[in-house]
T-cell receptor
Framework: SAVISQKPSRDICQRGTSLTIQCQVD?????MFWYRQQPGQSLTLIAT?????????ESGFVIDKFPISRPNLTFSTLTVSNMSPEDSSIYLC???????????FGPGTRLTVT | KQEVTQIPAALSVPEGENLVLNCSFT??????LQWFRQDPGKGLTSLLL?????REQTSGRLNASLDKSSGRSTLYIAASQPGDSATYLC??????????FGQGTELSVKP
């Protein structure tokens, strides 16, 4: 199994600002993903973080709003840009060793935008 | 487009009861199916992973089955305990490698 840490664990931010969330894994993984969980909802995939290239975004999510970096096989960042109260959610990093393998989740970052 | 549905949305049972949570998916072309547990305000804990070629997996009091052709999975919890109270999420990994989640079943086990 993979141990995943996320920073920060929670934050309260002002409207119009940006927040960068870090995800660190204790072992090299092929696949890294970012999910959003809005209050009372299930998880929605934001994007797949690709090492050394641009992330692959799901419908409804764009790079200008959610820029993602993945410089190596154990680290990724997600930035939530120009935040509005609608961005208040839990953001979760997820990893898998390879395509058919078990997927693991970090503890999440609870973001509140005021 | 893959869609995952979980029934019921919420379930309340007395301690000691055996229970079944249901999950259905629309596209049978999947790599695997995972069941997760989420406690309030917490991240996800993986409970069971069933590969597309498998019919069931067991871990302790938990048993998950998969019928890929009919697009269904069940999570069976034996002898439920108050500590089992949580939201249970079913997720299928599509051919594109994406994990698609259902809306979850919120389980409450009363002492």
């Amino acid at each position: 199994s993979a141990v995943i840490s996320q920073k920060p664990s929670r934050d309260i931010c002002q409207r119009g600002t940006s927040l960068t969330i870090q995800c660190q894994v204790d072992s090299q993984v092929t696949m890294m993903f970012w999910y959003r969980q809005q209050p009372g909802q299930s998880l929605t995939l934001i994007a797949t973080a690709n090492q050394g290239s641009e992330a692959t975004y799901e419908s409804g999510f764009v790079i200008d709003k959610f820029p993602i970096s993945r410089p190596n096989l154990t680290f990724s960042t997600l930035t939530v840009s120009n935040m509005s109260p609608e961005d208040s959610s839990i953001y979760l990093c997820s990893v898998a060793t390879d395509l058919g393998y078990e997927q693991y989740f970090g503890p999440g970052t609870r973001l509140t935008v005021t | 487009k893959q869609e995952v549905t979980q029934i019921p949305a919420a379930l309340s049972v007395p301690e000691g009861e055996n229970l079944v949570l249901n999950c259905s998916f629309t596209d049978s072309a999947i790599y695997n199916l995972q069941w997760f547990r989420q406690d309030p305000g917490k991240g996800l804990t993986s409970l069971l992973l069933i590969q597309s070629s498998q019919r069931e997996q067991t871990s302790g009091r938990l048993n998950a089955s998969l019928d890929k052709s009919s697009g269904r999975s069940t999570l069976y919890i034996a002898a439920s305990q108050p500590g089992d109270s949580a939201t249970y999420l079913c997720a299928v990994k599509s051919q594109g490698g994406k994990l698609i989640f259902g809306q979850g079943t919120e389980l409450s086990v009363k002492p």
